[in-house]
């Protein structure tokens, strides 16, 4: 079987909160793109997980997330059976575009396929949150509101085919951790509910993400980046995520020279 896991983006990021176990509530709207895609492939085998990544440096095999998913659903589920998983990556690591949790997600459909387990939705969704905050998200793969730490999801009806979505990935990377350090929270200043009823125009008056001062702090070349797409006409430019990378929303492709940020 061979899987396209997809990225997303956050349309506004709001931290809300600080929880006694460590992380924090969120507020966002998680919304799917169709490229870059990344490309797995996954078949049964008679025991064992063999899996190997190629175009990304991902470390400790035993930790990765798609590893992880399918030990997960096999604790859960106690089928017995191993896998064999030949992921090629395309979307860009550390951008805050979810590519590690969207291919945990292609692994617990591919598995409940595979394995003919006839778990539905919500049941892969509780098993997905164990594994990461976001993976929840893309087993559905809609465009959805999130609160709690990203898991807890109200499908919203959000429309962007009349637009287009740009990718800047700068050639450095912020950690999620040291993120999370930076960010005081506080209440969302708006709610992101409202979105599909804003024009887009008037959403970089409203949405923000809590994100963007430590890292356009840290890195003022991608402060600069995004002025320079709103000045070549993007209705709409935002960090994703924790960053590093950022998107702009409008009616052609946008980017930067490739040399922007000297690095």
């Not at 006839?118 to 998200?137: R, W």
């Not at 125009?201 to 002025?227: Q, R, V």
């Given at each position: 079987m061979i899987l396209h896991p997809n990225p997303k983006i956050n349309i506004g990021l709001f931290v809300v909160a600080e929880r006694a176990d460590g992380f924090h509530d969120i507020e966002t709207v998680f919304f799917p793109l169709t490229e870059p895609t990344d490309t797995l492939e996954i078949e049964p085998i008679e025991n064992g997980i063999d899996f190997a990544v190629t175009n990304a440096d991902i470390g400790c095999a035993d930790s990765n997330l798609c590893v992880r998913a399918f030990r997960a659903l096999q604790e859960a589920c106690g089928f017995t059976g191993g896998v064999r998983m030949r992921l090629t990556k395309h979307i860009p690591v550390g951008a805050g575009l979810g590519g590690g949790s969207s291919d945990a997600a292609a692994v617990l459909n591919a598995t409940n396929s595979i394995y003919g387990l006839?778990?539905?939705?919500?049941?892969?969704?509780?098993?997905?949150?164990?594994?990461?905050?976001?993976?929840?998200?893309?087993?559905?793969?809609?465009?959805?509101?999130?609160t709690g730490?990203?898991?807890?999801?109200?499908?919203?009806?959000?429309?962007?085919?009349?637009?287009?979505?740009s990718l800047i990935k700068p050639p450095f990377s912020m950690s999620t951790a040291e993120a999370y350090k930076a960010i005081e929270s506080k209440p969302a200043p708006f709610d992101l509910r409202k979105l599909p009823q804003l024009p887009i125009?008037?959403?970089?008056?409203?949405?923000?993400?809590?994100?963007?001062?430590?890292?356009?702090?840290?890195?003022?070349?991608?402060?600069?980046?995004?002025?320079q797409l709103y000045a070549a006409g993007a209705d709409f430019v935002l960090l994703s995520g924790s960053g590093s990378s950022v998107y702009a929303i409008g009616d052609n492709y946008y980017g930067i020279p490739s040399d922007f940020f000297g690095c």
């Open positions: 006839n778990l539905n939705n919500e049941e892969l969704k509780k098993i997905a949150a164990v594994i990461g905050s976001d993976v929840p998200f893309f087993i559905d793969n809609r465009a959805a509101f999130a730490k990203g898991e807890k999801l109200i499908p919203i009806d959000l429309d962007l085919s009349g637009k287009r979505v125009s008037e959403w970089k008056h409203l949405i923000t993400n809590d994100f963007e001062k430590p890292l356009f702090e840290k890195f003022p070349l991608l402060a600069a980046a995004k002025e």
